[in-house]
């Protein structure tokens, strides 16, 4: 164990300096070029995801009865792969516990060795999960490749780096000795990081590993065993992940079920199951928010965080870059067509039009340069399901099929995968809305559905945005503006509602995404997360101190 | 605010470092001697406690309606202070709240100044303060002064440097430089430490400012307005902090009434009220088991943190002084009359007795030997009412007397007070009990009763600490062996029932205190408290960061 800490203690080190200083750090290449991953990588990925197609993963789970295939590839196609389901939850909660005494004496250090090990692990297999993660959630391959591999790991990377440092900023042993007016009191302390108990995390559909990996290392490597749950329509990633895990933890000595996948049919409630068991003590899901509030509210034993949805709003007030923000807005609308808690829905625009660097725009001038934009990004059905990715599920077919009925400003369409022809893909829709709509636009429409709402004028732009974050939550807002004072008054408005703000933004810059290790993902100060990755609240209480003292 | 902040920097620095290093420190002299606090502070510190007596406390609390007078001296006789009595909660939240964006935009430096110039405040009404505590809880007079006064300020200080450490973890702006293949991508970004809303302290009857002071201070430093609820037979210690805090507040131009007393009628049930409404995000309680409990399942909007009750145990092996542990487990029992939440209640031994360096003792012999202590500890009126303070409450006479219907090996007597005749002290009860007694020992009898249990052996005794810790929790435990074997055991039960350990106690460490800044004070890992004073987790979750970024 020392040795795997050993090897991966630069990485750690330059993780918890990243954490600290917030600057631009990333452990884990991006680009899934062959000549940063040789030329054998993408291909051997390839062929190790289509192995696992049609089969029985080899994974044991404790308590399990038969095997559950539940996944059906958005591009069209159903994965067949059997995992166990999970049946008897108190054999596999006791299964889970039953490595916790020896993952515990391995320290902080030495859990992180392993972790990290982990985690090299995984970067090893990066195109195969690429291709897993792209084959349940539908994301293309290369934001499949990024999101689901690399930016995974770099956020698994500093929920492991927040968690070592929270474990190790007390001394394991000290010697206290105060000063009297004989000889001085002197005390031996040992200081010892007990883990809570077992851990749960609850998988979503849409980002199966970044979503999951921050909870399950922050757990894992804080001493807890953690219960895989993951979403019925996107197991394999998640299976591929509890299989490296087990892989190491055996290797380096632990018991494997100290990680272990819990698989369901979709309506077996495993979740609910588990979460209210009191061995569970900390449980991280991510999904909709009225599982994620019955969770908050009915899990008292287990310390819970939460990561559910909300209504992500851009203020449009004036821009000196009008061709620059309406692209940088099609590419945030576009990019896996809105499937992201992250992804803008709500774009508040005064009713009389905003000032640009080409002049007046009406609201219609913007929304027909947003249209445009997203023209100019899809017209090309082989470029444009490469950034769009499949539909995840048929309600948001569904969804996005009633908001037709609307007031149309830039109509979705079908696009045929050229390579996929049961693919379900559709371009953003861009619905006119007015500030009277809130019954429409106070709800997230999950997926390629977007609202120009047009206000008053951009104090009442701001006004509905504090309103609609505060009461309906947000993962992100973003505003465009050429004056400082709105600039300001947007800022505050942000900081009051309690959402990350992103301001003007063009380029390759676009506000669905955050940078692990500078830009925190949520902020848990409105409805839509109770947390963040990652600050210290998300990792100090997944661990206990518990010391004693001696004289010496 | 810079100005108080630099003024006390290198208190905080030290204070800090302390933390981390977990070696003694203190920042407040322990010692009321005139040599320390000079010859006219006692008198004066006297002399300002009874002049509020039979007044109305200059404190404004919003929506109040009326006044009570809720208090009774243990040493026989009404305060008389009355106090405004919180009605109308409306009202009160929204003043507290009125001065929270002012109060924000001060920041963590400019809050810390504050906060420190508060405590330095209190430390200058210290012999004040220490005499509102004594005739409140019922503490002695030194005692009052050292865990009511300079104790409670060390473990202040101790909130405020965790919680400052927090939130100067992230820096508030930064430069984010994302390399690429032409020019890197260039962020500005600001991190803004941003409160959870109105903090709730509820303090208790015992210790009003030693257990409220940690979350007040840590609750008001991270942005928060704070609600005192004091307990109603100890309002005067909490009024008097409430005062120090609007007065310094006012003069560094903030509104005053971020921190309001909320007094009640007893039965009013002012907390749970408080606890329930949705501006209170942040809910510190001290108390009893059944409140505690519903609290944390009753207040979901809240991030709450629970002081409450356990059974704490010492484990009687073997020893190598048995005359210095006989002192040891005396003075712990008498200290304060055994009415602290650390006092020590189950002493589990062999039935058969024990080793020490004064030969074999028999179970009836250690009785003897720790009632031949107490005897010298307390056979002086005048000296044993200065170790053993008042009984704070009628409850715990009724239970000291029921308790006497048991198998008395220790009789408890009432000790005459040289200078306040209606006083009601009490030395404190041994009973013998044996391992089948679960019902009684398991649960807590708050005051001077301690229990002896004898087992069949120290396996016993260890598997009985760990059951009855596991489901009824505690706040300490000790154990007395010379084996090292029996140690190493106890101390990997401690380990797993989540309580921290003292190991052969004598002279003057005893297991009821904990020294700030370098022992943990609870676990969080047992029933009996879910936080400890003062970790990260103790402070991470009172506010949350929010983000803003934008291109440079």
Redesign the interface.
């Known amino acids: 164990m020392q040795e795997l800490f050993d090897r991966h203690r630069a990485l750690l080190d330059a993780a918890v300096a990243a954490c600290?200083?917030?600057?631009?750090f990333s452990a884990f290449d991006e680009s899934p070029s062959p000549r940063v991953y040789g030329e054998e990588a993408a291909g051997a990925g390839r062929a190790a995801y289509e192995a696992w197609l049609g089969t029985e993963f080899p994974l044991t789970t404790p308590g399990a009865d038969g095997t559950v295939a539940t996944e059906r590839s958005p591009y069209g196609f159903d994965l067949g792969v059997r995992y166990p389901r999970a049946a008897d939850v108190g054999p596999l909660l006791e299964a889970a516990r039953a490595g916790m005494h020896a993952w515990r004496l391995a320290g902080p250090d030495g859990r992180a060795g392993v972790c990290l090990e982990i985690l090299a692990r995984l970067h090893a297999r990066i195109f195969e999960l690429a291709n897993a993660v792209q084959h349940t959630s539908g994301q293309a391959f290369v934001m499949a490749f990024q999101a689901g591999g690399a930016h995974a790991l770099d956020r698994a990377l500093e929920a492991i780096a927040y968690a070592w440092t929270?474990m190790t900023?007390?001394?394991e042993t000290?010697?206290?000795?105060?000063?009297?007016r004989g000889e001085p009191?002197r005390?031996e302390?040992?200081?010892?990081v007990?883990p809570?108990g077992v851990a749960l995390v609850v998988g979503c559909n849409t980002f199966p590993t970044w979503n999951s990996w921050p909870g399950l290392f922050a757990s894992l490597v804080t001493g807890n065993a953690v219960v895989v749950k993951p979403h019925p329509a996107a197991v394999l990633p998640l299976a591929i992940t509890v299989q490296v895990c087990q892989e190491v933890l055996a290797e380096a000595g632990f018991d494997p079920n100290l990680v272990v996948l819990a698989a369901e049919e979709d309506g077996d409630k495993l979740a609910a199951t588990l979460a209210r068991r009191p061995e569970v003590r900390i449980i991280d899901f991510t999904g909709g928010n009225a599982f994620g509030e019955w969770l908050?509210?009915h899990a008292?034993q287990a310390v819970v965080f939460t990561e559910k949805a909300g209504v992500n709003t851009v203020i449009v007030d004036s821009t000196a870059d009008f061709a620059g923000m309406c692209q940088n807005l099609a590419f945030s609308f576009s990019l896996y067509s809105g499937q992201m808690c992250t992804a803008p829905q709500n774009v508040f625009l005064p009713a009389a039009g905003i000032e640009t660097d080409d002049g007046h725009k009406s609201a219609a001038e913007v929304a027909a340069g947003i249209g445009a934009a997203l023209d100019r990004l899809l017209g090309d059905d082989a470029r444009a399901v490469e950034l769009l990715g499949g539909i995840v599920a048929p309600a948001i077919v569904d969804r996005l099929e009633r908001a037709g009925r609307g007031d149309v400003l830039v109509p979705s369409r079908e696009v045929p995968h050229p390579s996929y022809p049961d693919a379900t893909v559709r371009t953003p829709t861009l619905l006119r809305l007015t500030s009277d709509d809130a019954d429409t636009y106070s709800t997230e429409c999950f997926g390629p559905v977007a609202y120009l709402i047009e206000t008053a004028d951009t104090d009442e732009s701001i006004a509905l945005f504090g309103l609609t974050v505060e009461r309906h939550g947000a993962m992100t807002a973003s505003v465009y503006s050429t004056s400082d004072k709105v600039l300001g008054q947007v800022?505050e408005a942000?900081?009051e509602a309690?959402?990350?703000?992103?301001?003007?933004?063009?380029?390759?810059?676009f506000v669905n995404q955050s940078?692990a290790f500078?830009?925190?993902h949520g902020?848990?100060?409105n409805p839509a997360a109770n947390a963040?990755y990652t600050?210290?609240?998300y990792v100090?209480?997944r661990f206990?101190?518990?010391?004693?003292?001696?004289?010496v």
């Open positions: 600290a200083s917030r600057e631009y929270e900023r007390t001394p000290v010697v206290w000795e105060k000063p009297g009191l005390m302390k040992t200081f010892t007990m809570r908050e509210t008292p800022r942000a900081l309690g959402v990350a703000l992103s301001e003007n933004l063009h380029g390759a810059v940078a500078s830009d925190f902020t848990g100060a963040t600050d210290g609240a100090a209480s206990r101190v518990v010391q004693s003292r001696r004289h």
